[in-house]
């Protein structure tokens, strides 16, 4: 992985922009202390290098009727290149899962996954994960209480 040198004015841009993504390109440039053209050609190459990946709106769970946020740990019968990737294809087709990484210790993969209800996330885990051919072992943590769920990464120069 090659690491890019970010200078004093990316760093402010894309603290900014993890803030605030709709943030206008003139008020961008004005936070920063640039003109707008020159500001946007900044932005356009930190996308092209692959710092900002996307631009996306975060929607509250709950108002969406989401009310059950959980952890999944899940084990694998087997522990083939073809069988963890199937797995993590599969993760990628669930709407329920929001995010999956592959893990060291006892536990194969963790996943971060939502449902309506407590029925709905049990039924997911039933019928969806471990029904799935290599599932070994599924355990979850249902969470009680969000005290933090930041999207922000901290950059510096």
């Known amino acids: 992985m090659t690491e890019i040198t970010l200078s004093a004015t990316d760093v402010k841009i894309l603290n900014i922009l993890q803030k605030d993504a709709g943030i206008s390109n003139v008020a961008l440039a004005e936070f920063v202390g640039m003109s707008p053209s020159p500001c946007l ?89 471990l029904s799935m051919p290599n599932v070994r072992d599924v355990q979850s943590s249902l969470v009680l209480k969000e005290y933090k769920n930041e999207t922000a990464i901290p950059v510096v120069s």
């Open 41 to 129: 050609r900044r932005v356009k190459q930190l996308e092209a290098a692959g710092l900002i990946r996307k631009t996306v709106a975060l929607l509250d769970r709950k108002k969406m009727g989401l009310g059950v946020l959980a952890t999944v740990q899940v084990r694998l019968q087997r522990h083939t290149e073809v069988g963890t990737e199937d797995f993590a294809r599969a993760m990628n087709d669930l709407p329920e899962v929001l995010s999956c990484w592959a893990m060291t210790g006892r536990q194969d993969f963790l996943l971060m996954a939502l449902a309506r209800d407590i029925e709905s996330f049990g039924d997911f885990v039933t019928h969806k994960l």
